[in-house]
């Protein structure tokens, strides 16, 4: 039976009060037949209730998840179940994920860490550590709806029934369907996909270095990498309370280690500023320190103007300072993955169009009278000839080569919009008579970004690109 109290749920005091009907009084009819009737709808309304009450207690049998997939939940105890209901109705953030030993690691943005391994999964919540023997939602959630849903082309039919351990009691486990295709998935999903150390590339950021990148966002003139070295070499190993967290007089300090160590202040933080437009703001910085350091080093050039006191405008370290640059952008696309890829490439085409166009001497028709700025030649001061170099120059296999090893490490597809600036690089490049190994390679990302752009646009994707015609290059051709 309900409570009593259950039975005044529907009952109020007020303008909709349902009132005696005066009309029956004056038929006749009897005041007690009225109570009947009274009495007998609001039995009707009880054993309704109750009628419902009972499904409730029944418990749900089957729940329809995101992907489009019907779970059967019959054969979960209770607990196992309302994991289940909540891990299938949540939708929840990764913040990378990898291949690990045994399985593969799933980093969520609120600090768990789900594991899929071939024999058993965990995960690193308070709930799994109760019961380790049995799923928590977060595993419900990853290796179900997430990830199952995957490699649906269409939701089965049929009810999937569900095990205690978050499994399909029936089907191919889900380890074996992400054999090989993870990164395919993590594309899928948009997720950071943290590849395996010994292929070169760092992937994938600290918290710190989380937080850095968010904070370092608002600054208009200032990289992570240039960014309070001090808070982020601190240890952020040991957990610290809120209080602990203040730094007198610092709000910037207070600010970066209540994100690091409270998990409410980093969700919020990222939820403000976005990895995507973390990446596109990074991009679009560096380009403008590229396009700042060239336009400093000209007017020198010219006028003699020095830019300020941490201006850069020796040659040597102009070149130097591009070349850093454009390293960072590559390891940020590998660290950023899969967001910003657009503006990296706008960047590094940017980068390398404007130092194609300074074939020359970069004192030629200056308005202070300088012939060199060390006794160096021409060439030597050339950040053409310093940065790409000249036909003469035989470069190994394993020799860098600036900006076209940064342009690498991004998809094809990333590049089919610069087709038309690449073509026109190529064309500079082959007047200048740039080394050979140079121009081949450069001609190979061409020809890759075009096929790309086919297979994107179709056939009359490339229509209208023409190949620039031979002539004058804006610059000279390199002395033999």
Known sequence: MPPPTRQFHRLSIGQNMPARDPRA???????????????????????????????????????????????????????????????????????????????????????????????ASSCTCSTFKERPDAACHHIFQWILDQLHGCFLTKPPTGEVALSHDGRPRSGTPIEDLLEGQLEAVTGRLNWQYLREEGDGRRTGMTRAEKVRDVMSAFKPNVLPEGFRQDLVNERTTQSRTPEQCVVQGDLEATLFRLAVHDDSVFNNLCKAMPAGACAAIYFDKIQDQCRRLLRDFDRYCMTGERPGSSG???????????????????????????????????????????????????????????????????????????????????????????????????????????????????????????????????????????????????????????????????GYSKRR
């Open 25 to 119: 009084a004056r038929a006749g009819q009897d005041p007690s037949d009225e109570r009947e009737e009274s009495e007998s709808e609001f039995s009707e309304e009880e054993s309704s209730e109750e009628e419902e009450e009972e499904e409730e207690e029944a418990g749900v049998s089957t729940i329809l998840a995101r992907s489009g997939i019907t779970y059967d939940l019959s054969k979960l105890d209770t607990e196992s179940e309302a994991q289940a209901l909540v891990g299938l109705d949540e939708q929840l953030d990764v913040v990378n994920c990898r291949a690990a030993s045994g399985g593969y690691d799933f980093q969520l943005m609120d600090r768990p860490r789900v594991h899929i391994g071939k024999d």
């Open 312 to 474: 850069i405008v020796e040659v040597d370290e102009v070149a130097a300072q591009l070349r850093r640059l454009v390293q960072h952008i590559r390891m940020n696309i590998a660290l950023r993955t899969p967001h910003g890829a657009e503006g990296a490439a706008k960047a590094l085409v940017s980068v390398l169009e404007a130092v194609t166009a300074r074939n020359k001497d970069p004192l030629e028709g200056n308005q202070w009278g300088k012939t060199s700025f060390h006794g160096e030649d021409e060439d030597q001061r050339n950040l053409y000839h310093l940065l790409i170099g000249s036909e003469d120059m035989n470069l190994g296999p394993e020799a860098e080569l600036f900006v076209i090893d940064a342009l690498a490490s991004l998809a094809p597809s990333d590049l089919h919009q610069f087709i038309n600036q690449l073509q026109a690089i190529r064309h500079r490049i082959e007047v200048n008579r740039a080394p050979r190994a140079y121009l081949l390679r450069l001609d190979a990302l061409v020809r890759t970004a075009e096929s790309a752009s086919a297979e994107l646009h179709g056939p009359m994707a490339l229509f209208g690109q023409k190949r620039p015609a031979t002539g004058g290059s804006g």
